[in-house]
């Protein structure tokens, strides 16, 4: 998750950008810049490699002046890790910086018409692209705040961006597009702070303004205007931040879930930086340390994990076998440790174990990779705590999730971003297979650069739904949850969510085993939540809601935005946007986080802490 830091007053920038930057080392970057103005010594750029530590010391030798500026740390999407790839981008004049963090979705279209126009690009960035269109209108306009709104409307995907130009050196310009990051406005006296996030900028104020989907904020040291997209004038107002540090991170949510929930368009944005070539059709996982040659051998996986981490080894399954065509088997760490598995087939070197957990030190899943280690078999850990004990034992590297710190012990966008990497996983396997060409990884490509948008639009559209259904239901003792195929391990985890906090029972089941025995229970008390959004075996689950509404159940179905059909068919149709077959588990899971959230605070549970559990299983 890429950092931003921005301000306008009398300080020098220079303290406050570096300063604000070091309070987001805490969220991973490659390489960082900033950009001062000063009206004497003009524009200055510093942009440098590696950590901040680096640009700090190119400061000293080529110092930097002004009372307004911004600055970035980068976490690499499009392009590599190079100094010409780091931000602030200019546009072609040179008079406009901007800095971003997000996916431009349609970056190749808009890089192509910009092209046909004669613009030259120096970096691979879509962050350039964005500063060569703001420039484009600029020319056209000249006014920043006006040429924005021109470039900002035709960008798709989340987006957080903070612009200047010199031409205007009195004002910085902040837009949110989605939820992909957040932007911070801070108040202070005759001075404004900007911030990707809330540390950033509390060692100069508490007052805080956030900027919501579609706002665009002109900043200058003494007032904040904000307006829509449309240009539409909007009030926000204005936060006091306690100093405590859980009061900080917690920001405006009443639980850490509530607002992990929120950041998994963020958590999967930032689970693909850096992975993925879409001009060339690539994926490049930086720390795995299997080369092409190792991947080509293995023909089967062993999938290990536990609880949650588990369902997400259940739905990589069916992704690693589709697209590289690789076996998988999958066991629970707490039983594959116990049954002295045969890992090694006849040909030595075929095999390896994949372990999947969030804090990389769960007592059964380590010892599952040990036994790995003890039979010669190489192990990957998907795994979210970067120098964990997982990330050590894996003999073929470490896929880091990136999703940040989760705090409540109920795991959503760790859970998420174990699918997304996972995914990312089973197309390096295809890649190094030859069962995927560049150009149908690259449609795999779009499709992951889209889901962040497509998870933010989750999250707005079904909240209120989700609310409605809670309470509605959260009185109930039961609830069953039914899937098929890669959305069977969605139901186990939306039972898992919705037992663990709220402590209702609940059980996931595959629809075609609802026969065997969970019909039995269904009746006018039991809501039936059935994931029926449309693939190859849709019918069949139509047909398991009819058998369910026969039995007098209350039916609940996740399925497509717009399906007539399943909405005539359930109580209650909640609407996600269609994505690849393969991920869409990732987007019908969200509203049954939210609905499991929602039912667990209007039954007062202690969301973030449920009774008995821990977040790390460390012990037996």
Same mark, same amino acid.
């Given at each position: ?14 303290e ?32 440098s @490699?590696?950590?901040l ?34 931000h ?8 406009i ?29 879509d ?23 021109r470039a900002?409307r035709?960008?798709?995907g ?12 009195d004002?910085l ?10 932007i ?20 100069y104020t ?17 007032? @904040? ?16 931040i306690?100093?405590?540090p859980?009061?900080a991170a ?11 929930i ?8 930032d ?6 070539d ?14 092409d040659?190792?991947?080509?051998r293995?023909r089967? #996986?062993?999938?290990?994990a536990?609880?949650?981490a588990?369902?997400?080894a259940?739905?990589?399954?069916f ?5 590289a065509? @690789? ?14 598995p ?7 070197h075929?095999?390896?174990v994949?372990?999947?957990t ?11 990779m040990?036994?790995?280690r003890a ?19 894996a003999?073929?590297?470490? #896929?880091?999730l990136?999703?940040?710190?989760e #705090? ?9 971003s ?17 069962t ?32 409605e ?6 009185? @109930? ?30 059980e ?8 065997h025995g ?28 009819? /058998? ?13 935005q ?10 209650h149709?909640?609407?996600?946007p ?11 899971v969200?509203?049954? /986080?939210?609905?499991a959230?929602?039912?667990a605070?209007?039954?007062g ?16």
């Amino acid at each position: 998750m890429c950092g931003i830091v921005g301000y306008v007053g009398k300080r020098e920038a220079t303290e406050v950008v570096l300063h604000g930057l070091q309070r987001l080392e805490y969220r991973g970057y490659d390489s960082a810049g900033v950009a001062i103005y000063d009206p004497v010594a003009g524009l200055q750029l510093r942009r440098s @490699v590696g950590k901040l530590s680096n640009l700090q010391q190119r400061l000293l030798t080529e110092p930097t002046h002004g009372h307004i500026g911004i600055g970035h740390t980068r976490w690499a999407t499009h392009g590599g890790v190079t100094e010409i790839n780091a931000h602030p981008h200019r546009d072609a004049s040179g008079a406009i910086v901007v800095i971003q963090n997000g996916i431009v979705e349609n970056y190749l279209a808009l890089k192509g018409r910009l092209l046909e126009l004669g613009y030259q690009f120096d970096s691979q960035t879509d962050t350039e692209v964005i500063a060569k269109l703001i420039g484009h209108y600029y020319d056209e306009l000249r006014d920043l705040e006006t040429a924005m709104y021109r470039a900002l409307r035709e960008l798709r995907g989340g987006n957080a961006i903070v612009a200047f130009c010199i031409h205007e050196p009195d004002r910085l310009i902040a837009a949110r597009l989605g939820n992909a990051g957040g932007i911070a406005i801070g108040i202070g006296n005759d001075e404004r702070f900007i911030a990707s996030d809330i540390p950033a900028i509390l060692d100069y104020t508490r007052d805080l303004i956030f900027l919501e989907d579609q706002d665009i904020a002109v900043v200058r040291c003494d007032s @904040v205007t904000t307006t829509r997209l449309d240009g539409t004038p909007v009030e926000r107002s204005i936060h006091s931040i306690a100093w405590d540090p859980v009061a900080a991170a917690k920001g405006d949510y009443r639980h850490f879930m509530q607002k992990e929930i929120d950041e998994q368009p963020r958590a999967l944005m930032d689970v693909l930086r850096g992975r993925i070539d879409q001009e060339h059709g690539r994926i490049e996982l930086e720390d795995l340390r299997l080369n092409d040659h190792d991947l080509r051998r293995i023909r089967r #996986i062993y999938a290990t994990a536990c609880g949650t981490a588990w369902h997400a080894a259940l739905v990589a399954k069916f992704m690693i076998e589709h697209l590289a065509r @690789v076996r998988v088997e999958v066991d629970y760490a707490s039983e594959f440790r116990y049954r002295n598995p045969i890992l090694q087939s006849d040909s030595e070197h075929d095999t390896l174990v994949l372990a999947i957990t969030q804090s990389g030190e769960t007592v059964d899943t380590l010892a599952a990779m040990e036994e790995a280690r003890a039979q010669g078999v190489p192990s990957v850990a998907i795994v979210n705590a970067i120098g964990s004990q997982a990330a050590r034992l894996a003999d073929g590297g470490p #896929i880091y999730l990136h999703a940040g710190p989760e #705090i409540g012990v109920a795991s959503t966008k760790a859970f998420t971003s174990m699918l997304v990497a996972a995914y990312l996983f089973a197309l390096r396997l295809a890649q190094a297979h030859g069962t995927l060409k560049p150009q149908q990884i690259r449609e795999h490509i779009q499709a992951l650069i889209e889901l962040p948008g497509h998870a933010a639009q989750v999250i707005e559209q079904t909240k209120p739904l989700c609310i409605e259904l809670a309470e509605r239901y959260h009185r @109930v003792s039961n609830a069953l949850f039914l899937g098929r195929q890669i959305n069977y391990p969605i139901a186990l985890e939306g039972a898992l969510k919705l037992k663990e906090i709220s402590y209702i029972h609940a059980e996931g089941y595959p629809a075609g085993e609802m026969k065997h025995g969970p019909i039995a229970l269904i009746d006018e008390n039991m809501p039936v939540i059935c994931i029926a959004t449309r693939d190859h075996i849709y019918e069949k689950m139509i047909s398991n809601i009819e /058998q369910v509404r026969a039995r007098h159940g209350q039916v609940i179905a996740i399925g497509h935005q717009g399906d007539e059909l399943l909405a005539e068919k359930a109580h209650h149709a909640i609407g996600v946007p269609t994505t690849h077959p393969l991920l869409q588990p990732v987007l019908n899971v969200i509203p049954l /986080q939210m609905f499991a959230y929602h039912v667990a605070v209007l039954r007062g549970c202690d969301v973030d802490q449920p009774r008995n559990l821990a977040k790390s299983v460390t012990v037996e």
